[in-house]
């Protein structure tokens, strides 16, 4: 039987893409190969949201092409795909395929004519969900993806380049996937969207759904357990979604808000246009409708033009809003994007210099939000044994990864846990016997 190894690199968008891969593969009659050395065919699932994330793909295919076997197919899909284009079989000449992010599911062509390099990077927006065979399993955590691309159009970012303009999929779709993957083992299920709350589908007969309409058909749903969804845009957490926070036990008391800078300047330069008062007003909305829950952001140092009183200001509304859990990045500059032809690029070293003190920051919010957590039981969700098989490995309604010993075999996928210990990265616990 023939062999295939995908690595993912990025996000869950990503990952989803990566397990629908596999999906196809499998009805083809392909196995998973557990490393490169088997495989017959290799695919990187790629991200290009930053240069590094990008020189990273180009330095694995430099060790894949060295380790593989000789008539063993690789290529790329995904972001970087889109992002290079032709140009990808330049730098690497015997690469066999190159596909954006709406065009993996014509990977199967590659099969039929091993010979032909394959280069597809159009964005064929929802067209590869109703190609691509359904998964026959769920994960635990089932990802289901309402929309693709995103019109935004922040400046810095070149999504909106490799996943093109966002179209939501038809309510009845998601419903269909969410129903499937929770007769199929899912209790937890998480929408996915660059822009998710953005989510709007109008039907034939002209009725608008939104994704407080998808949470409330997903909370209807007795198998699923926990729901939640990522990632959110500041403005478009409108009141319909707020109250879900309210009404929904379901919904997770943790969300993703990436404000990105605290400057309003350096907003308006990355074409964010919202007011920070606005934005605070939001999560004392959210605060309001549900007093326990959690925020997290994305962050972006040295913007072009970023100053210190700039950063300060960002250094401020961290502060300010007390986010756990948040990803903050230097700026890089990305090809198609408007952010890298601005003046006033920010030198590295003042870059990491920020970055630095930011992280600081918020390790040090994280370190005492999971120390108030000691003593709390939490209902966990069950992810797999450690490394060590000695310990269980659960997470928390916030997302935080808990270990817990192995007392017996029979492990609970949702388990309430009694928090004992904390540390910046992780928690540990002991499963409660009501
Ligand atoms: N809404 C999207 C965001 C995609 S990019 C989502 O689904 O998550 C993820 C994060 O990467 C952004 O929130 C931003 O903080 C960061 N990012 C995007 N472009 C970047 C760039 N050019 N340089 C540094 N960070 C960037
Ligand atoms: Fe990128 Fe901004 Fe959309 S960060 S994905 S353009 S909301």
């Not at 870059?351 to 040090?364: H, I, M, P, Q, T």
Request: aromatic share 8%.
């Amino acid at each position: 039987m023939k062999k295939f190894f995908i690595q993912t690199f990025g996000c869950q968008m990503n990952v989803y893409d990566g397990q629908r891969i596999a999906a196809m593969l499998e009805s083809h009659g392909w196995t998973a190969a557990p490393n490169v050395d088997t495989a017959d065919l290799i695919i990187l699932n790629t991200c290009a949201v930053r240069e590094k994330a990008t020189n990273k793909v180009y330095s694995a295919l430099g060790r894949i092409r060295r380790a593989k076997k000789p008539d063993t197919l690789f290529g790329i899909v995904g972001c970087v795909a889109r992002e290079s284009g032709a140009d990808a079989f330049k730098r690497i000449p015997d690469l066999n395929f190159v596909l954006g992010p709406q065009s993996y599911h014509k990977l199967p062509q590659l099969l039929d004519n091993p010979d032909a390099k394959l280069l597809n990077i159009d964005l064929g927006g929802l067209e590869k969900f109703d190609a691509l065979p359904k998964m026959v399993r769920s994960p635990a955590v089932a990802y289901i993806p309402i929309q693709e691309g995103c019109d935004h159009c922040c400046t810095y970012c070149i999504v909106p380049y490799t996943r093109g303009r966002e179209i939501s999929r038809p309510f009845d779709d998601v419903m269909a996937d969410t129903l499937h993957a929770a007769n199929t083992g899912a209790v937890e299920i998480c929408f996915l969207g660059q822009n998710v709350n953005g989510y709007k589908y109008t039907d034939a007969n002209g009725k608008l759904y939104r994704l407080s309409d998808l949470i409330r058909a997903t909370a209807a749903i007795d198998a699923v357990k926990r729901i939640r969804f990522t990632s959110s845009y500041p403005t478009e957490m409108t009141d319909d979604l707020i109250e879900q926070f309210k009404t929904e036990e379901k919904l997770l008391p943790f969300l993703n808000l990436p404000i990105q800078s605290g400057s309003p300047d350096v907003l308006t330069r990355m074409n964010r246009p919202y007011s920070l008062d606005l934005y605070i007003d939001i999560v004392d909305k959210l605060k309001a409708a549900r007093p326990d829950i959690q925020i997290s952001s994305d962050f972006i140092v040295g913007f072009p033009g970023e100053t210190d009183a700039d950063f300060d200001q960002t250094m401020d509304i961290a502060r300010r809003v007390r986010y756990i859990n948040s990803y903050s990045f230097k700026y890089s500059p990305r090809p198609h994007t408007a952010a890298a032809l601005m003046r006033d690029q920010i030198p590295e070293q003042i870059k990491s210099v920020r970055l630095a003190r930011l992280d600081g920051f918020l390790n040090e919010i994280q370190r005492e939000f999971n120390q108030g957590c000691v003593d709390r039981v939490m209902e966990c969700l069950f992810e797999g044994p450690d490394k060590t098989g000695q310990n269980l490995v659960f997470r928390t309604p916030y997302m935080q990864q808990v270990i817990v010993p192995k007392t017996g075999d029979d492990v609970p996928t949702l388990a309430r846990i009694k928090i004992t210990a904390a540390n910046k990265a992780s928690l540990r616990g002991e499963l409660i016997n009501d």
